[in-house]
């Protein structure tokens, strides 16, 4: 007889403690998107940096024809 065991994703705790708003809209978040608190930062901290790196270009792209 084998026993299946399922590996759990690693985590890393870093400890860093949010504001209680934040921890609302997480929460509301993961209502909408049905998935864990770990996915809903993960998927806004990628939405966030790809607006940045975006936004970062077209000033650098501004800033270059002036």
């Known amino acids: 007889m084998r026993i299946i065991v399922k590996k759990k994703p690693v985590k890393s705790s870093k400890g860093y403690r949010l504001k209680i708003s934040t921890h609302k809209l997480i929460d509301k978040m993961q209502e909408i998107m049905q998935c864990s608190q770990d996915e809903v930062i993960t998927t806004a901290c990628r939405k966030?940096?790809?607006?940045?790196?975006?936004?970062?270009?077209?000033?650098?792209?501004?800033?270059?024809?002036n």
């Open 48 to 65: 966030l940096y790809g607006e940045i790196k975006v936004n970062s270009e077209i000033i650098k792209q501004y800033s270059n024809e």
